[in-house]
C-alpha cells in the first residue's frame, strides 16, 4: 500500500476463521485507528484505511505502521501517506 493517498486496502489470507485485529500506529507508537477487532472467516480479505483517526479527521502525511495480528501471528509494515 505504499505510498497512498488518500485510502489503501490491506490484503491479508487466513487459513481458518480467527479473530483479526489490525491497528494503525503513528512513528511514535500511538495508535491511530482500530481498523478491524473481529472474528473473520477462513481466505483472502482486505480492509481499508482511509487516512483517518479515531475521531474521523485526516492524519497528516508521513510514515504509520499497521500492525495485524490473527491467532498466534502478528506482522508489522510500513506504509506512506502522500497528500
Known sequence: PNPFN????????????QRVRLQVFD?????????LD???????R????????TAG???ASGMYLYR????NFTAVKKMVMLK
Open 27 to 35: 512513528v511514535t507508537g500511538s495508535l491511530v485507528k482500530t481498523i
Open 57 to 59: 479527521a485526516k492524519v
Open 68 to 71: 495485524i495480528q490473527a491467532g
Open 38 to 44: 473481529e472474528a473473520i472467516s477462513a481466505g483472502n
Open 6 to 17: 488518500p485510502t489503501t486496502n490491506i490484503r491479508f489470507s487466513l487459513p481458518t476463521e
Open 46 to 53: 482486505e480492509a481499508a484505511w482511509d487516512g483517518t483517526n
